[in-house]
């Protein structure tokens, strides 16, 4: 497979309307900000994007605004986890009929599962389509089950449309073990960090992130992976504390607490489904403040 995945990527919320409906319009707009202030690819639906919180129907409608939005100018990737194994598969196959770059998915939901019945699960996906898959690793959603790099090193033997991984973990150990045995096997092999903690990742060998501080300061993610990359460390870890602060921000109340930054920065995007709960007035004033001690609102761009 050709698709190599680096950078500062997104995987966007997704708006809504009061009665909880999707907004195709605004989810279309959010899309695009998100290309058009250096998202090198899109991911969507996250657990952030309360992708549990729709209907078979409605991811696929909004899989297909999603892919219509990007238009091409960076990959996407559409993430088929469901907590029916079935659904899953069909969530798969309409990426691929909808155009989607690839798929990434994370280990079955609910049950314990053994390491083989991961694999087993992970082969029949990835050929089930002619896409590129990306696995998720988190095992803090998961009860514990999570990848190993002896797990990672089958996978990548039995699948050659197997291009990376989610790896949430925020374990710098179980990121290096993974990475290393999966350099050997695929060189182009992207390991991707589950929010921004570019800095410890980058200089692991990791490939990027998945950012969630990308909807509220686009600007300062990209400067982080600049200095990542360039070897800046003084600045990257300048960077990286402030981003590490912001991530602890929307982490209280996630993601009700970004889709309220949201509303600061002049991106409102909806409300939260229940049960989670929704930004409150009060809420909203506390993570203004943060914001602007953090310098993030005279320094990144408001609207659309």
Known sequence: MSLVLKGVMQSPVTPLHEDFSPDFENFEKLIDFHVRTGATAISWPHHK??????????????????????????????????????????????AQQAGADAIIAITPYFWKYSAESIYNYFVNLGTSVDLPLIVYNSPSYLDGVEFTGELTARLLERLPNLIGMKEAS?????FFEI?????????????????????PSISLGGA????SAGAICPNLCVQLYEACIHNEWDKARALQ????QLWLLFRDQYPSSLKGGMVIMGRPVGPTSAPLPTASPERIKFIEKN?????????EPHGW
């Open 208 to 211: 990027g992130s998945y950012s």
């Open 179 to 199: 990475l290393k045995a999966a350099k050997p096997i695929r060189p182009d092999f992207s390991m991707i960090a589950g929010v921004e903690y570019l800095l």
């Open 49 to 94: 994007a309360e992708s549990h919180n729709f209907t078979m129907p409605q991811r696929r409608a909004l899989a297909e605004v999603a892919i219509k939005a990007v238009n091409k100018r960076v990959p996407i990737s559409i993430h088929v986890s469901a907590l029916a194994v079935e659904d899953s598969f069909d969530l798969a196959k309409h």
């Open 291 to 299: 914001l602007i001690e953090l310098g993030i609102v005279d320094t």
């Open 170 to 174: 925020f374990n710098s150990e179980k």
């Open 241 to 244: 504390y402030k981003l590490a």
